[in-house]
């Protein structure tokens, strides 16, 4: 889910959090990741705390533990790839700085397509191709943000080189770089999931890239499964969840026998998703929520709190720190 990062806590069961803390001090472009216990209570103190000691402060994630449990590197390390991190060096880099790159020998210069191959159960699978090279991707509804790819998009159209690590649970890094003329920029899309490495890295021209992307984001947006099947696949109502899908089971399993459906799991699958979206009614609060969403990727505009929530602006005044202490009181 976009939002798993803020599940429920509350402080009469002694749960805790590690806020994780992108931090630029003061005279510096040097970013740090910090990890802070703090109770319910505490989450404004200490981020005001960190407004006022600090250039710079962004929520990266937050984590929920009880109290003693033992902190992996590679948990704090996803929450800042969920937002668009790179470490470089003992430093982070946030997804609008460019990272620092080894200039390349020779790339081929061509053009770059994205096409949606499946949206169902949680997942988004994508097929990029460019020239002769073709590279398969997934967006994961717990780990890849929609609105962190929204903010890739924003950055390249606005002439910046983003880089995020924003498909296939956080091994798929996005990263633009200049192009050895000003039309040209260089694209690396490079897969590290187990079951799908591989990698493209390729010049293209920079205008197509930008529509390229934005026909991805809209295409996204305007898919009938991108709620019921992304968005909020974990949190439907599990009463008409069964409901549909029992019915569905009979229906096929009695279809394939008398030879109206062919025997065959995706044709299966494909119906059964439809019958979901169709069937299965959204929570009135994620309804209005996926208007939102929805709006987003076709504008690529983000609204600020998501912003602010996702890590991609800093929290700069006490506001956004009570902000911030609302979305753990309420998750």
């Known amino acids: ?44 103190q200490i981020l005001s705390q960190r407004i006022r000691d600090n250039a710079e402060v962004r929520l990266v994630g937050r984590l929920i533990h009880s109290p003693g449990a033992l902190l992996r590197e590679r948990e704090v390390e996803r929450c800042a790839f969920e937002c668009g991190w790179h470490r470089s060096g003992e430093f982070w880099v946030p997804i609008e700085q460019p ?8 790339l081929e210069t061509t053009k770059v397509a994205f096409t949606i191959k499946e949206l169902l159960f949680g997942s988004i699978a994508v097929e990029v191709m460019a020239g002769t090279q073709r590279l398969e991707f997934v967006f994961d509804d717990v780990y890849d943000k929609p609105v962190v790819f929204v903010r890739f998009i ?12 924003m498909a296939d649970s956080t091994w798929c890094d996005f990263i633009v770089d200049d192009g050895p003329v000003p039309d040209l920029c260089r694209l690396i899309v490079d897969n590290d999931a187990p079951d799908r490495k591989h990698r493209i ?14 026909g991805l984001a809209r295409e996204i947006g305007e898919h009938p499964n991108f709620a019921h099947h992304f968005l909020y696949h974990m949190c439907l109502p599990d009463e008409h969840y069964e409901r549909v899908g029992n019915a569905h089971d009979q229906d096929w ?29 959204l929570l009135p609060e994620c309804a209005e929520e996926a208007v939102k969403y929805r709006k987003m990727m076709r504008s690529l505009e983000i609204p600020r709190d998501w912003q602010i929530e996702f890590g991609l602006q800093s929290i700069a005044t006490d506001e956004d720190a009570g902000y911030i202490r609302s979305l753990f009181a309420s998750k």
């Open 201 to 214: 890295d390729v010049y293209t021209n920079r205008t197509a890239l930008i529509e390229a992307f934005r």
């Open 99 to 106: 990272l620092p790159l080894q200039p390349p020998l020779h």
């Open 253 to 281: 399993a009695d279809g394939v026998q008398r030879g109206i459906y062919p025997d065959d799991y995706d044709a299966e699958n494909a119906l059964l998703g439809t019958r979901i979206v169709e069937q299965v009614p």
């Open 1 to 44: 889910m976009p939002k798993a990062s803020f599940d429920a806590m509350t402080h009469k069961d002694q749960v805790f959090s590690r806020l994780v803390l992108a931090l630029r001090a003061r005279e510096t472009n040097n970013w740090v990741l910090e990890t802070t216990i703090s109770s319910f209570e505490e989450v404004h």
């Open 154 to 165: 924003q950055i390249l159209a606005a002439g910046g080189l983003p880089h995020a690590a």
